[in-house]
């Protein structure tokens, strides 16, 4: 099973999309921080659909406590600034896959770790949508045998 965390995400129709993903895929969600929304927003619940009643929807109140509660978990940065591609890696269930706030991404702390990681894009160009970014390597994980609960 995948386990995907927002950090401080900002947009509630991606948060909504991501959550819909989550359950089909059978991933854990977890909500890091200050959320630029409320998770009772029109929007929110309007990209989520119906799938939020099967959600599987943590919320954590910094990116310690999560570290605390998951001491031996594995954690991949997505940013913009590694150089590590995301296809490089042999994921496994359990895999937390770790997205920073659409507007600045995720704090240089945890950009520059041994396990952040990137999905290629043309030059020049700033990042993907975020829903977007989480389904790529999601699924990646998933082709790679990371199970769907």
């Known amino acids: 099973m995948l386990n995907i965390v927002l950090y401080e995400p900002e947009i509630p129709q991606n948060t909504g999309n991501i959550a819909r993903l989550c359950v089909c895929c059978g991933a854990s969600l977890y909500l890091v921080g200050k959320l630029g929304f409320a998770l009772t927003d029109k929007y929110t619940k309007r990209a989520g659909m119906d799938y939020w009643q099967n959600v599987d929807l943590h919320r954590v109140s910094s990116m310690d406590e999560l570290f605390s509660q998951f001491p ?44 952040a990681i990137t999905i290629p894009m043309k030059d020049g160009q700033r990042s993907l949508n975020l829903s977007n970014s989480v389904a790529i390597v999601a699924y990646e994980a998933i082709r790679q045998g990371v199970h769907i609960q």
Not at 88 to 100: M, R, S
Not at 103 to 114: C, F, H, K, M
Request: no cysteine.
């Open 72 to 115: 031996n978990g594995r954690f991949f940065y997505l940013t913009t600034k590694s150089k590590k591609k995301y296809t490089d890696i042999e994921f496994k269930d359990g895999d937390f896959l770790v997205f920073g706030p659409e507007s600045r991404g995720l704090p240089q702390e945890y950009v520059t770790r041994d396990t």
